[in-house]
């Protein structure tokens, strides 16, 4: 099926069953994003990353589904008001999950910034060698760390 006739096939559908597959999607993709962000916050960073392909799918599918919402405003306010208020309530619970998810996501990134940042000083004090100047002191450089740091992130 080309991606007109899906356009068209999800356009032709009745008021009701267009608002209740989006609801569906967009409530799929709300417990999707809440699990990821409760693993997140747990710290299980490799278990929320196998929640990205399923993640992924329901956003465009939810997608797909508001965008057709949106060709189809004028007959849903006609056909279906109730179901299309329902669906902007949804709507809104999404925008505040996506808000909570990216704000666990940015915090995880700067936790595990901050942490390859003091492996790779440590790592570069470690193997700065030990020298006297002609003071008697050894030279320090507080920002001298390592040039750099492979991570194997196989199990």
Not at 35 to 51: I, M, N, P, Q, Y
Not at 137 to 143: I, Y
């Given at each position: 099926?080309s991606?007109?006739?899906?356009?068209?096939?999800?356009?032709?559908?009745?008021?009701?069953?267009?608002?209740?597959?989006?609801?569906?999607?967009?409530?799929?993709?709300?417990?999707?994003?809440?699990?990821?962000?409760?693993?997140?916050?747990?710290?299980?960073?490799?278990?929320?990353?196998t929640l990205?392909?399923?993640?992924?799918?329901?956003?465009?599918?939810?997608?797909?589904?508001?965008?057709?919402?949106?060709?189809?405003?004028?007959r849903?306010?006609?056909?279906?008001?109730a179901?299309?208020d329902?669906?902007?309530?949804?709507?809104?619970r999404?925008?505040?999950?996506?808000?909570?998810?990216?704000?666990?996501?940015?915090?995880?990134?700067?936790?595990?910034?901050?942490?390859?940042?003091?492996?790779?000083?440590l790592?570069?004090?470690d193997?700065?060698?030990?020298?006297?100047?002609?003071?008697?002191t050894?030279?320090?450089?507080?920002?001298?760390?390592?040039?750099?740091?492979?991570?194997?992130?196989?199990?």
């Amino acid at each position: 099926m080309s991606a007109a006739e899906r356009l068209s096939a999800l356009d032709s559908l009745p008021a009701t069953d267009l608002c209740a597959s989006a609801e569906a999607a967009l409530a799929a993709l709300v417990e999707v994003m809440n699990h990821e962000t409760t693993l997140l916050k747990a710290g299980h960073f490799r278990d929320s990353a196998t929640l990205t392909p399923e993640k992924t799918r329901l956003a465009q599918d939810y997608v797909g589904f508001a965008r057709s919402i949106q060709r189809q405003a004028e007959r849903l306010k006609v056909e279906a008001p109730a179901e299309l208020d329902a669906l902007r309530l949804g709507h809104e619970r999404l925008a505040t999950q996506m808000a909570e998810n990216l704000r666990v996501i940015a915090t995880a990134r700067a936790v595990t910034d901050d942490i390859l940042t003091d492996v790779a000083m440590l790592v570069g004090r470690d193997a700065r060698p030990e020298t006297y100047g002609a003071d008697g002191t050894t030279a320090v450089d507080p920002t001298d760390s390592a040039r750099g740091i492979a991570v194997n992130k196989a199990r």
